[in-house]
């Protein structure tokens, strides 16, 4: 496998964006933990679940990078508070008719 050797990342409940990044890098893992997983007194890493992953990633990385871009220690400006939040509301979160269901549910309850 050509793949970059990276370790796993696992989410924390005080912190939402490490869910993107958990995401981001199962995605990118997804042969090396499938691999893994083949045994089958394991249990398998199911398709279904890798799909609504690489479909939710790109949702997750809008709303990290707003929360990065808003939590910043310095050179913050609440007038980008509103223009952030607004993108994000009117664009980014807006269900699509190519949003999956699950997609769809998860832009729906995080507006």
Same mark, same amino acid.
């Given at each position: 496998?050509?793949?970059?050797?990276? =370790?796993?990342?696992?989410?924390?409940?005080? @912190?939402? =964006?490490? !869910?993107?990044?958990?995401?981001? +890098?199962? !995605?990118?893992? +997804?042969?090396? *933990?499938?691999? !893994?997983?083949?045994? @089958? #007194?394991? #249990?398998?890493?199911?398709?279904?679940?890798?799909?609504? &992953?690489?479909?939710?990633?790109? !949702?997750?990385? &809008?709303?990290?990078?707003? &929360?990065? $871009?808003? /939590?910043?220690?310095?050179? *913050?400006?609440?007038? =980008?508070?509103?223009?952030?939040?607004?993108?994000?509301? %009117?664009?980014?979160?807006?269900?699509?008719?190519?949003?999956? +269901?699950?997609?769809?549910?998860? %832009? /729906?309850? $995080? @507006?």
């Amino acid at each position: 496998m050509q793949l970059p050797k990276h =370790n796993l990342i696992q989410s924390c409940k005080t @912190r939402w =964006n490490s !869910v993107c990044d958990m995401f981001d +890098r199962l !995605v990118e893992q +997804r042969w090396a *933990v499938t691999a !893994v997983l083949s045994d @089958r #007194t394991i #249990t398998k890493l199911q398709d279904a679940r890798t799909l609504i &992953m690489e479909e939710i990633a790109p !949702v997750l990385a &809008m709303l990290k990078c707003a &929360m990065t $871009v808003m /939590s910043t220690e310095t050179q *913050v400006s609440i007038s =980008n508070i509103y223009p952030i939040i607004f993108s994000l509301l %009117k664009t980014h979160l807006q269900r699509s008719e190519d949003d999956s +269901r699950q997609v769809g549910e998860f %832009k /729906s309850k $995080v @507006r």
